[in-house]
Each structure stands twice: as C-alpha cells, then as structure tokens.
C-alpha cells in the first residue's frame, strides 16, 4: 500500500512539472485558421506528411507540437478534467493512455469510409485510430554478427545467451520499463502473449544485459557495435536512424505490431479540420508517406518473411487499461527489477 | 371552406378496421419484443459484467499487510464483448481506501445497503452506465476485511443487442402483418363482391323498372335488405297499376253512360214538352243516378286497392262488419222493404284486414243480392276450419252460368247488361279477397245462392 501511494505522490509530482513541457513545436502553413497538433512523433519523421497536408488545406495555420508521451497524456487529462482548451488533435504512441483518454470520455466521435475501413484492432468506439504500422524488432549489429548467429525468433535467441553467454555479456539492450513508456508497453504486451517473457528477462539478466531509456541511444549503440542485439526496438526509429551497420529482425514466433493512436479531443475547436487531418491520415497517399518515413511497415515485405499469424497488433481497446493499472504495473516493474536485479546484479 | 370528404366505401372502412387493429397489435408486440430484448440483453451482460468483477475479486492478493489486485486480462477480454463500451472498475480496501482503478478522480460507489453481489446503474462521464458491486472478505493473518471490486460498463452494447433482439422478433411479425393485411383485403373484396354486383346493377336498372331484383344466391343480411326492397317496389309497382286501371276504368265505364245521358237530353230538348221529352227526362234522371252509383263504385274499388296496400292490417271481427252493413240501412234505399236477416254465431270471428275494405266488399256483396237476388236475404259471419267467412245469401237461383264465368273482372259491362251491373261491386269483392290473401266463394245451397268472402282466419287473440 505504502509503495503504491509513493508512486502516486511521485507522479503527481512529476505530472504538473511536465505538464507544460513540449519538447519542440513547428509551424505548417499560414492559414486564418489555427490547428494544434500535439504529437509523440518526432517532427523530422513525420514533416512531409504535414507539409502535404498544409498545402491540401491553405486555410489552416498548424502548429505542431512535439511532446513526451508521459507529458502529453498528463496535459490531455488536464485538459479533459479542467476543460481547458486542448488540442485539436493528438497523435500519440503510447496508446494505452489514449485508450485511458476515450474510456474517460475526452474524445470526440468521428465517422468516414476510411476510417471505418480500418480493423477492429485498429479503432474503438470511432473516438480512437491507429494510422501508422510499425513492428517491435530486434536490431543487430551486421558487421559483428554472422548471418548464421543472428536470431530469428525469442527462441534462437534465448539459445544464443544459452550457447554464448560470453560473447553477449553486456552488449544485450532494451528499455528500461521504468523509464520509458513504449518499453513498458511492449513488455507488458511481452508478458501477455507467451511465456518466453520471463525466460528471456532472466537470460537478459544472466548475461547483464543494459536496460537504457531511448531509442536513439540503443540504434546508436547497436551501430557503434556496444551492443550486439537490442531487443523491442520500435522499427521505425531504426528506419530512421539511417544506420547501415544495422539489421533488423521480425521475430518469427510473433511480432508486435503498434500504431500510433489519433484523437480528437471532445473540447477541440477544430474538430473538420482535426477530422480531415485524419481522413487524410488514413489515405493511401498519406500512407505512402508514412512508409517512406518508416511509420507504415508492410510486413510481408519485410526482409524475414514473416507469417501472417505472428503478427500481433496491440489492439486499441479498453484491455490496454490494464496496462495502464498502478497495480499492475507495480507488479511488473517488481517483476523486471526483481529477475534484473537478482540474475544481473551490477 | 374544405369540401366535404366524400363518404367512404365499405371496403375502405373495413380495410381501415383492419390495418388499425393491425397497428394496435404491432405497437403492443413491438412493445413487448422490446421489454423481452431489454431483459435478455441485461442478463446477457449483467453476467459478463459479474464474470468480470469476480475475476477481479480473485486476482486481489494481500503482499505485506497490503491488498493488491494482479489484474487479469481475461476480465477485460470478457468486458470487450461489448467492445464499443467504456469500462470502469476500481477496487477498495476497508473504508473505502483506494487499491486501484481505472480513474482514481473519477469514483463511483454502490449505493448503500446489501452486501455481495448487487447491480445499479450510475453516470460513468456523463454517460449511463450499469454497475456490479462484489465483495470478497480476507480473514488473513496480516490483513482482515472486505475488498469492494466495482465494475461497470457503458450500454451501447446493450442497446445494440435490445435492438437486434426486437428487430430479429419483429420482421417475422412484420411480414404476418402485411399477409394478414393483403388476406384481409381479399376476403374484404370477395365478401362484398355482391354488393358490388348489386350497385352496379341498380346503376344500371332503367328507373321505370319496377321488377323484383334476383336475391338468389346472395348473402342473408343482403337479401333481407332486398327483399324489403322488392316488397317496396312491388307496392309501387301495384299503386301505379291500380292508378293505371282506376284510369282505363273510368274512361272505359263512364264513356257509354254519358253518351247515353247527351242522347236523352238532346231528346229532351228535341221535343220540349212531349210524351216522349218526358220519358227522355225520366230516362236522363234513372241514367244520372246509375251514373253516381258508378261513380261511387269506382271511387270505392280505388280507395279499397289503395287502402288494401297502405291500411294496417288490424284485428277485425267479421261479425261486426256484418252488424255495422246491417245498421248502414243502404238496403232500404236500394231495395225497400225487402227482408233482411243477420245470421252470425255467439264466438267472434276474427281476421287480420282493413275493416274500411271488408265493409265494402260487404256492401257491394249485399248490394248485388238486393240487386240481382231473390228476397228474403240473409248476411252473415261464421267461421270454419281455418276460415272466416262473410257471406251474403238470397233464396234465388242466382247468375246464369254465362254471367257466373265472367264475375270478378273489372270489365263485364257488356252491351246487354246494365249499368248497375254486379262488375265493379264483384270486381271490389275479388280485389278485397286477393289482398287479404282469400278468395271469393260463389255456391248454390239448398236455402238459396251464396256469395262469400273467405279469409284465413286469425289466430285467438292474436
């Protein structure tokens, strides 16, 4: 009890002191009309898009915001709460929270073809999209890794610590689920889908494997060759790391699959505009953008053939509040630090 | 000013009827179809609702002193049967501490009173929602009480399942009600297939027509209705002959007897005071008198056929028509002196007829024996069997056969009989009877010849 109440105190002081902390903002057009969009995307990813879009809508003055998840979710509560005027759309990957966001009420209702094309996996209550499709890959280190070596799946890789503890100690990485939301998110994910879970999070710790918050830093580290392996990276940061030495795996047992989830906040004031942003998502041109920028991953052309069946999405859908749950999560994170701690020990 | 609706037709009223019962039935059915799918979809949920919570209640554990719930998936697996719902769950301690749960801002408690398992309904952001409320009771060693678990969930599902439920029952129901409604227009059109025939008809009929319409093979209540109306149409039909005949009549009786009448009165003014001016005279006076008689007579045989189809029939005792003849004390004028009798029994004898009519016919019967008949005469009433009898009798041989052939129709005027002749009175006497449903009844007895009018007899007290 006493440790669920200190979480809670230490978010609720993190949050307030988060809570007006963009990290950048970029201005699209010069329009009458403002739009804000606030975005977990990196504004350099997503730019063409936006820039397309400013020229299909003249009228509009976007002004993007680039937030952390943690932030922004923190920001959108507050505004939902408060009824402060929030932003006309958000576009986040921490999707858990924006399943949290239209449980609680704050999002707005949007009906058109396209969106209603999507699948069920990828919309809930027409309040919540996914518009982009990027998979949790492994990432490796081609120069230093043989073809033979490299891991296909959980299972050859919970192998190769196995066989070769030596050669991956302390160049294993993945994300601190403390630290980093989309970590905590996949591994949750992780520890619903199979038990190799706790298998690989006491390989992890038998070879000291370096739990790191950020994804440039893991690509990063991958492409220097500090690392060997990092493991759930998000795809896409690793297509846009434009780093050669880099290799990517879809693991074969099953790939999660994640997509960027789009609301539209019940208080909006440009709710056309925020519904046309996200018709104009969903467009197959839009689409193509995204692809090039790494946001779309078409699977089956993926480098590993991958089959149909291992492709996990992370549905939107209120069963992400559990991943969302202090308890829960407390337990998890107990779990992660106790195998961490006790396998790896610094 | 709106013109007035036109009055609508049978088979519109009926249609009307119908679909108006039909509505009536659909509106209850759809009524109940509802409040059926409403029920089944509470239950449907209100389990996976309960499923869940117990779920939740299962996954509490106590760590340290401290209750912690290990969430399970598989709870909201079971609440994403309604996948477009919002969900709410939170879990509390003894007094209400918070464990967990979606919100901890926003809270929703049961409200008070019952233990366990209990259902309500609550806002959920301003949304209706249903809740369930389970409670599980620890009695461990470093933790004892209740954990409260409260799921809930919005009801766009619900709803969703309602309305499938009752539009899955009421096509079905939908469908009946248009075959109903198109069997009920056949049955409609086919059960007034004859009055259509009938209005046709009758739009069709020349308005002189006055002929029966055929009733045969037409339902009851509509050949009650025509045969009233034929029975109508019949009396019409016979007032316009009678006028027809009281017409010809006239014309044909009084043509001879006032040509006869300017004969003699030229004669008279031919030869003014001679012998043969003062037969003329004598003659024009018997003639003018014969001429009233007959007047009379025809202005009686149209009042009786007129009175014999628009009188009343009403009770009458034959035996007072003879008294009252009797009393008129005619015969006097006709046949002084004559003997005269009144031969009637101590019962009545009673029919159903227009006394006005029998007391012509009567008269005229009686007339014609202190005419033609040989004295003393006799009248009287009698009844027997199922007959009543008013007869008139003479001691005479009565008409000679020739004459006897031809009694009873209208023109027996012959140029060899007189004009204070028995044809009109006879004729009167027949047109009585045939209206009363009688006959005439002319025999020679032992006493003399008889001249009777027979009619059923009514019933005692009838």
Known sequence: ?346 | MAEPRPPLTLAARVLGAVLLILLLGGVLVSGSAWLNGQQAARQAYDRILLGAANDIAESVRIQAGTPIADLPVSAFQLLAQAPEDRIYYAVHGPGQVFITGVDPQTEIHAPEGGGGAGYFEALLNDEPARFVRVTRRFAERDFSGPVEVVVGQTLRARRAMTADLMLDALWPMAAAGLVLLVMAWVVIRTALRPLDAITADLARRDPYDLTPIATGRLPRELQVVLGAMNRFMGRLDGQVEAMRNLISDTAHQLRTPVAAIRVQAETAIAEPGGDASRRALDRLLARTRSLGTLLDQLLSRALVVHRTDSAPRLPVDLREVALEIMERDDHALLAPGTDLRLEIGEDPVMVRADAFSLGEAAGNLLGNALRHGTPPVAIGAERRGGDAILWVRDAGPGPVPAVMAQLGSRFNRSAGTQENSTGIGLSIVASVAAAFRGRVEMTQEEEGFRAALVLPAAQEGA
């Not at chain 1, 970590?183 to 038990?195: R, V």
């Not at chain 1, 991953?297 to 996990?312: K, N, V, Y």
């Open chain 1, 1 to 346: 009890m006493m440790r669920i109440r200190h979480l809670l105190l230490i978010l609720a002081t993190l949050l307030p002191a988060a809570a007006a902390a963009q990290e950048a903002t970029h201005r699209y057009g010069s329009g009458p009309v403002p739009f804000l969009l606030r975005s977990t995307t990196d504004n350099s990813i997503i730019q063409p898009v936006m820039e397309r879009f400013a020229e299909r809508h003249p009228q509009l003055a976007i002004t993007y915001e680039q937030w952390g998840s943690n932030a922004l979710f923190a920001q959108s509560r507050a505004d939902c709460r408060v009824g402060s005027p929030p932003a006309d759309a958000v576009l986040s990957s921490a999707v858990q929270q924006m399943v949290w966001l239209v449980n609680a009420a704050c999002a707005h209702p949007h009906r058109s073809p396209a969106a209603l094309a999507l699948p069920p996996s990828r919309r809930w209550r027409n309040e919540l999209w996914g518009v982009t499709t990027e998979p949790a890959v492994i990432v490796y280190n081609k120069q230093m890794l043989d073809g033979a070596d490299v891991p296909r799946s959980r299972f050859a890789l919970l192998d190769a610590l196995r066989a070769k503890p030596g050669l991956y100690r302390g160049r294993i990485a993945t994300y601190d689920i403390a630290a980093s939301g989309l970590g905590y998110l996949f591994a949750y994910s992780d520890s619903l889908e199979a038990t190799t879970f706790g298998a690989l999070l006491e390989g992890f710790a038998r070879v000291d494997a370096v739990a790191t918050c950020c994804s440039a830093e893991i690509i990063a580290g991958v492409a220097e060759g500090r690392f060997l392996i990092a493991y759930n990276v998000l795809g896409s940061y690793v297509a846009n790391a434009s780093a050669p030495e880099v290799g990517t795996i879809l693991p074969e047992d099953y790939t999660l699959v994640l997509s960027r989830a789009y609301m539209i906040p019940a208080e909006a004031r440009q709710k056309a505009a925020a519904a046309d942003l996200l018709d104009f998502l969903l467009s197959p041109e839009a689409q193509e953008l995204l692809a090039e920028a790494g946001l779309v991953t078409e699977i089956a052309a993926a480098d590993s053939g991958l089959a149909p069946s291992a492709r996990r999405s992370i549905p939107l859908a209120p069963s992400l509040l559990v991943a969302l749950d202090p308890n829960r999560r407390a337990l998890l994170l107990k779990f992660w630090s106790d195998t961490f701690g006790s396998g790896g020990g610094p």
